[in-house]
C-alpha cells in the first residue's frame, strides 16, 4: 500500500522561499496513471489545488499559483516537492501531497486516493 508523507519548515517569514517534501513509500512516482499532487487548506476554508507531477516528469502549477510555485521531484529518492516563494500570510495552510487518479484531481476530496497526513506552513512575522 503507497503511502505518502509531507516534510516542511513549520513557521517561516514572509517573503522567503519555502520547500516542502513528499516522501512516497509502497509506490514508485514514475508509475504512470496516477497524478502526484499537492493540495493545501487554508484555515476555515476549503481545499485548494496547487499542482501535480506526472510520471513522466510533466508538471503543471494551477493559474492562481503558477508565478510562485513550482513542482519538482527526485526520482532516486522517491520524492516530489513543491516551492512556495516569497510567502505571504495567506500562504498559511496545512499542505497535502496526494497520489491521485485523474478524476480524483478533479473533484479533490480528503481520503479519496492516498493522501499524506500533511504538513503545516504558518507564514508570520
Known amino acids: 500500500q503507497v503511502q505518502l508523507q509531507e516534510s516542511g519548515p513549520g513557521l517561516v517569514s514572509p517573503s522567503q522561499t519555502v520547500s516542502l517534501t513528499c516522501t512516497v513509500s509502497?509506490?514508485?512516482?514514475?508509475?504512470?496513471?496516477?497524478?502526484y499532487a499537492w493540495i493545501r487548506q487554508p484555515p476555515g476554508k476549503g481545499l485548494e489545488r496547487i499542482g501535480y507531477?506526472?510520471?513522466?516528469?510533466?508538471?503543471d502549477v494551477t493559474t492562481a499559483h503558477g508565478n510562485r510555485m513550482s513542482i519538482s521531484r527526485d526520482t532516486s529518492k522517491n520524492q516530489f516537492s513543491l516551492q512556495l516563494r516569497s510567502v505571504t500570510p495567506e500562504d498559511t495552510a496545512m499542505y497535502y501531497c496526494a497520489r491521485l487518479l485523474h478524476t480524483q484531481w478533479t473533484t479533490i476530496r480528503r481520503g479519496v486516493g492516498d493522501w499524506g497526513q500533511g504538513t503545516q506552513v504558518i507564514v508570520s512575522s
Open positions: 507531477i506526472l510520471f513522466s516528469g510533466y508538471t
Open positions: 509502497g509506490g514508485s512516482i514514475t508509475t504512470a496513471g496516477f497524478y
